[in-house]
């Protein structure tokens, strides 16, 4: 029969055992068992030194069963080292994969033997949880064996192996690599496990009656793996795949829950395919409303935002959202997935900022939670988008206790901390937090934790925006301008090229690219010939002129507001008007908080520069002055330093500058430092020295400025010295070329506020009113 003829193909396999064993097979058995006994006893690890060596063995050995035999042997010792024993369970390696799956001819007549070889499905769940067992308790990692007997495994035939347990093996190491955010091995592991099991019912080479059979016959085991191809093929950027594969699975998915995961996949891929477009929203909106999530317009307007507030203000009763926090938790099933499906169009709708979206479906999230009673891991991330809502609308006061209840519901699903609902409700309350408690300095970490956390989830999108935030954080921050943060950003472009976002991929060669600027030509950019060229974002990260075409909205707001932000330092007037220009025809982005805090703040300060001899920009002064007084009187510590600044030049003298020097030190913004203290220096300069009579409402003198014209050297002197500490040697550059004094300024540089003696002091607890102090507002490299 055809099922003795496969038992017959795989008896060598298992002579080692039995009395007909020849020779060489004893010989080579008997090595076996020698080096395992060996390695028992002096418990050794070894491992290829390079995967080209280990390539080069394999290949040295001869193609015929004494191959075979060598590569199953090599699997099965690395099987049994992470944790996996044969003998452990006897009775699993005749086990059969469910219904379907058992010895003898299918309604094809096609033979399903089974191997004495495999593997059930409780021993793989042994091997796993014996596998993380090891890495939780810091073992030397084991991974690569399960990649090694996985490889070895796969280039067995199929009459050498059961395919359904290598399968299984394949499965298990593409969840190792997409937990490590590899998803391209990923993917070649579940495509074979995908091939074994086709290959496994395929008479006379039929591909679609072997992926029929397959479903018949191994119904979840091809639907987990179809639904970790489709997402990491979404990840990787092959959307055509992507959808292919989903569609399989609704076709031949069996219940609505089978096809959730496909679903929420589908609707990403239309999105990152065509953010701009309405396709994502009219399949997302389909999709919803199979979940029981109605009545959703398209294109929705103000009207049917109202009426979802008006009846989530009936639902709360005149209640906060504090009363969310002693529900119980959700348990219905499909009160489960249509929250969860209603949360991935959700985070879409942010992205691509379809305000009366996201607004309806915040709100009918939390009002399902107040009319049920209940509350879910997803209901944070609905209320950190009411807090978005009041952050559009300027009312900071409530929003700020927003923050109060996202925390809250946060930690009633300690369980979920480190899944995506949970990834993405921690993004959400650490951009509330920014608002109000939490400096962007402190903010670079968590959001690359995120980072990461997110990519290793197949969350690429969401996870390349929070290391975006990051980005944008070091400017805001001021973080030192060094090769640190260049590697940095080059890692991330490195990340946004290999998941195809071209998009992130653009905005990171961006900021490297101003990073390059600021730094005067450190790295491999061009060094700029001209004042104005340093506002040029055109050097080897980025070519302004090259790349427009591939540019979006949002990348060309962050070429003009970058090019702002230079052209502020480099004191570029003409670049200033030109990119204020830009940035009239968009919409401040309140969604990401770190786009509106750079664009916020240089527009005011280029509008304030510019107003004395140019009143065009005079609104933008009036909107971020407003702006940064009302964050700041709310009590943002992010937004204290920065006003301060505003202040300064709207209404400028000694007392208001050296404020705003002192909050920025004590902020340790070295950038905002060095800017008034140029800003400052320069003002003295064009009143006393040039007499300019720059506003009759400034006061000049203090009680403690000098009769001296050459006051404004001490500020000017600061502010290089400052420029110089952030890493900004372009701008060293361009003030010592308009200053001659400038450029033998460095010899007075006075030395750093933690030099050794008052660091020794500040450990002792000792006084430190012998060291002379630094210029107020000075931040030393120790800072950072």
Known sequence: SSSSSSSSSRDYFHRRNSSETNGNSKKLNNNNNVVRKKQSRVKATYKFAHDRIREAACASIPQGPERDQLLYNIATVLLERVGFSKDDNEEDFAAS???????????????????HTSMSSSSWASLLRNTNNKAAKGSSDVSWMLFTAAS?????SDTVMDSVHVARLNLLVAKIAISKGAFGDALTYLKAALNRLEDNHTPNGDKVLAIK?????????????????????????????????????????????DQFRAQSAFILVHFAMDREGSVWIEEGLNILAKHGMANISPQPHIGNVVQEVLKLKMALKGRSLLCLKNYPTASDPAVLQQIAMTKVFLINALMAKQDFLIAILAH??????????????????????????????????????????????????????????????????????????????????????????????????????????????????????????????????????????????????IYRQCIYNLMGGSGSAILPVSDNSYCLLDGSAFREAESKEECDADNIQDIATLRLMLAVYFDDHETMEQMLDVLSQYEVDVMYIERQNLRMTYAGFASMMLRRKNKKHSKWANIALKFWRRLATAGSVNALPIHACMEALNKPSIDAFEKAIRMCGEGRLTNLVALMSERCGLWIYETVVLGEKVQERCSLRTDNTPNDSDFYKDYLKHALFSYQG??????????????????????????????????????????TRAVAPMPAGSASASDF
């Open 97 to 115: 994969d469910g219904a379907g799956a058992d010895d003898g001819d299918d309604d094809d007549g096609h033979s399903q033997s089974s191997s």
């Open 152 to 156: 070895h495994l796969n280039s067995l």
């Open 213 to 257: 059979r397959s479903w018949k016959h191994h119904y979840e085991l091809r639907l987990e793996l179809l639904n970790h191809v489709t997402e990491s093929e979404r990840s990787l950027g092959d959307f055509e795949s992507a959808l292919e594969h989903a569609q399989e699975i609704f076709d031949n998915a069996r219940t609505l829950s």
């Open 364 to 509: 009918r999230m939390v009002g399902i939670a107040l009319k049920k009673k209940i509350v879910f891991k997803e209901l944070p991330t609905a209320v950190c988008v009411l807090q978005f809502i009041l952050w559009k609308m300027e009312q900071w006061k409530p929003s700020f206790s927003y923050t109060t209840v996202v925390s809250d519901l946060v930690d009633r699903f300690p369980e979920s901390y480190d899944d995506v609902d949970g990834l993405e409700s921690r993004v959400g309350l650490l951009h509330g937090s920014l608002y109000y408690g939490t400096s962007y300095r402190d903010s670079i970490e968590p959001y690359l934790d995120l980072n990461r956390a997110l990519i290793s989830r197949g969350m690429a999108d969401t996870g390349l925006g929070v290391a975006w935030a990051a980005v944008l954080a070091f400017f805001i921050a001021s973080f030192p301008l060094n090769a640190l943060i260049e590697s940095k950003v080059i890692l991330l472009e490195e990340m946004a090229s290999t998941f195809g976002r071209k998009t992130f991929l653009l905005s990171f060669k």
């Open 726 to 767: 952030w890493g900004a040697m372009g701008k060293v550059s361009h003030l010592s070329r308009r200053f001659e004094f400038l450029r033998t300024a460095v010899n007075d540089k006075p030395a750093s506020n933690l030099s050794s003696d008052r660091a020794k002091a500040a450990r002792m607890g000792l006084p």
